[in-house]
């Protein structure tokens, strides 16, 4: 699985400027990702922290998630190096 980085994506639709922020493996896919809102004015490395995967999933399971649906999150976040 691809490393990600976390990206603000900076968007002009024409009547004002707005910000999306994208997991993407490179500035080009983010890109890609937002094509066709708006034309795309900048794109940043988003000042993120990793994501408590222990804590995302206690609080999951406490949301009556499956185990499995869990598993599944919390394992691509970390295989996409989302994780901290």
Not at 50 to 73: E, N, P
Request: charged residues 25%; contains cysteine.
């Amino acid at each position: 699985m691809k490393k990600l980085t976390v990206y603000n994506v900076y968007l002009d639709d024409g009547k004002s400027v707005f910000r999306v922020t994208v997991p993407a493996a490179s500035k080009k896919e983010a890109a890609d990702y937002v094509q066709g809102n708006g034309d795309v004015v900048a794109i940043n490395p988003a000042p993120v922290q990793g994501i408590d995967l222990h804590r995302l999933a206690y609080d999951l399971k406490s949301c009556q998630w499956s185990q499995t649906d869990v598993d599944i999150i919390t394992r691509t976040l970390a295989a996409c190096g989302l994780d901290r």
